[in-house]
């Protein structure tokens, strides 16, 4: 189409957007609240993910040695580990676990008096130096395994898939309530798109007897249920915005404080894309209004 | 130019509304159509104007078929004509220069090209000074010479009218039909619908009488 005549359909879609102010405004706050809505689910989604990933990997992996290591080859073991350059490693000799047990059983500890000999094997404790997600700390602890000179590995499995579960969970739930969210803004929009049509249907009829197009005829509304999509996403990113940097700064520290990391942001890129994801709420939902509207 | 073949519509459970109707209009005639209310003038219209499809029968304009017309074809069709009803139809949030410059825009033109072929219609309509007016605060017979001059402004070849003094003091009934018959002297083809009869013994031209959907004259 030639740019005067799109110009004039992106002028008439702002004055028609401009006369029906309350309807418009209506739609625009609710695809606002929903971009708001998905945005912190996404943002809350990748917090958990943060969070699950550094309690994952607090856990440290112990490989059981055979008891008849001795610590030099406990420590060459060891050497051969911290070479891959990922991990910290710390060998623990059998008198030191039993010191360490002795300590965790407190009052109970007598009950060890009666032993002969020292029952623990030599163990190393294995810490990756950067904190690593469920599945990649489940790859580590079979290759570590795989060592010769190890016997059992201990890497918390049941608190790892339990976490991972949570996080399947989560992501799941995220998913569905974002789809019900953006789901609900697009009835919005075609609901505010069509009223919009049902005023404007002499319009739209005198349009047609006049010789517009389906395509010429549609585009204003088209325009609109875009405008409307992006000043929503407008109000979201700005809701987001604003909420990192009146309320986060106080939750930051706590964040800090349990995961040794900070709390996702909201990037310029992620801000242009729920700009572009509002306008295509609001495209796709006056599309549906319209298309129902253009048998004159 | 406008050419009718055995032409039938029946809506569900309902007489005919047209029944075999046959009819060949001219290139630069005009023509009545004239009969009582539901004699079937108003759906003839909307057939030439493709608001409808004939139940059978044939319909020509210019020699194209309006049965092979696609629906995406209509709209340019519909550019080579020029329709005007009892009712006016204009927009009441538009200007009187705009509800003229309206048939252009959805052809492309630029603003300023509307502007000047706007302009020159009310000029010749007589209401090159009322263009800045809501229609709201036209009388009726200036409504319809601005729809008039809007059906005009794309210099179709086809006029159709229905009823176009249906709504108006007779005192003003000359000067618009006069808009129309002015048209018709620059080589428009003119199709009046009307059930008026005092017009017709007025202004001799062709007439079509229509009765329970069937034509009962031509002459």
Redesign the interface.
Known sequence: ??A??VW?LWRRAAVNLW?ARLPSLVSVFTIGLALFIGASFVLGLFTARTLLTSWGAQDNITLYLDPQTTESQALALSQQIQARGDLEVQYVDPAAALRRLRSDLGELASALDGLTRNPLPPSLEVKPRVPLAVPAVRVLAAELGQLGGVRDVEYGREWLDKLEALGRGLRAFGAGALLAVIGAALLVVANTIRLAVYARR??I??????????R?VRAPFLMEGALQGLLGAAIAVGAVFAAQQWLLPRATQAFVYATGIGPPHLLPLHAAALLAGGALVGLVGSWIAVARFLK? | MIQLFHVKKVYPGDPPVLDDITLRVQKGEFIWLTGPSGAGKSTLLRLLFCAEKPTSGRILIGGKNLGRLSQSGVPYLRRNLGIVFQDFKLLDNRTVLENVGYALEVLGASDAEIRERARKRLEQVGLSHKAGSLPRRLSGGEQQRVAIARALVNEPTILLADEPTGNLDPSLTDSILQLLFDANARGTTVVVATHDRTLLQRWHRRTVGLERGKVVFDA
């Open positions: 189409m030639i005067h005549v004039r006369r002499d319009e009829e005198i349009m047609k007897l006049v010789g517009a197009t389906d010429y004159i």
